[in-house]
Antibody
Framework: EVQLVESGGDLVQPGRSLRLSCTVSGLNFGDNAMSWVRQAPGKGLEWVGFIRSRSYGGTVEYAASVKDRFTISRDDSKNIVYLQMNSLKSEDTAVYYC?????????????WGQGTLVTVSS | DIQMTQSPSSLSASVGDRVTITCRASQDITTYLNWYHQKPGKAPKLLIYGTSSLQTGVPSRFSGSGSGTHFTLTISSLQPEDFAIYYCLQSYSIPITFGQGTRLDIK
């Protein structure tokens, strides 16, 4: 069974940093691209970014709203993908979901974690 | 950026009804269109990928069609568990973008 478990969500002040983790089991993590999607309270879904697998260079792509503030990385030895969030703003308040990006099937996001809540407030 | 526009924004229907939700892309995305639904407090669930391919485990009452800029999701006979918010997503180009969502409520 494939499982994605996010952790690290918290209440944080504006301007501070936070790192989220997503631990993956049940699939060959190193062969997969991983993505982050967020959802502000009562709002729709917003793609944050993704990281390609090592075989595709491990390169990353970001939404404009988080570029230069957020960094996605991965540790293939631990099956974990990270989202480092710096210079947090109130508008970053959201549930953050980790997803698998299936590059072999229309880049679908087929597996999702349960989400972790980040609240940015003073 | 490719903008995804869903219609309607909300919809009321009854169990057993046939329902169609439309998603329009601001430019050609070939068939890189996926559909999700989301229930309160839960993660989104993939229903359809590549415009018309049914995700494993998803009931056959769900179907998708379209290409280019115009796509539809059809539920042939609504069941109680189908009342949720539906989102389309284009995975053709970066940035990946979602539609704004369609809320499907019980009439």
């Amino acid at each position: 069974e494939v499982q994605l478990v996010e952790s690290g969500g918290d209440l944080v002040q504006p301007g501070r940093s936070l790192r989220l983790s997503c631990t993956v089991s049940g699939l060959n993590f190193g062969d997969n691209a991983m993505s982050w999607v967020r959802q502000a309270p009562g709002k729709g879904l917003e793609w944050v970014g993704f990281i390609r697998s090592r075989s595709y260079g491990g390169t990353v792509e970001y939404a404009a709203s988080v570029k230069d503030r957020f960094t996605i990385s991965r540790d293939d030895s631990k099956n974990i993908v990270y989202l480092q969030m710096n210079s947090l703003k109130s508008e970053d308040t959201a549930v953050y979901y980790c997803t698998r990006r299936d590059a072999n099937n229309y880049d679908r996001f087929d597996y999702w974690g349960q989400g972790t809540l980040v609240t940015v407030s003073s | 950026d490719i903008q995804m526009t869903q219609s309607p924004s909300s919809l009321s229907a009854s169990v057993g009804d046939r329902v169609t939700i439309t998603c329009r892309a601001s430019q050609d995305i070939t068939t890189y269109l996926n559909w999700y639904h989301q229930k309160p407090g839960k993660a989104p669930k993939l229903l359809i990928y590549g415009t018309s391919s049914l995700q494993t485990g998803v009931p056959s009452r769900f179907s998708g069609s379209g290409s280019g800029t115009h796509f539809t999701l059809t539920i042939s006979s609504l069941q109680p568990e189908d009342f949720a918010i539906y989102y389309c997503l284009q995975s053709y180009s970066i940035p990946i973008t979602f539609g704004q969502g369609t809320r499907l409520d019980i009439k």
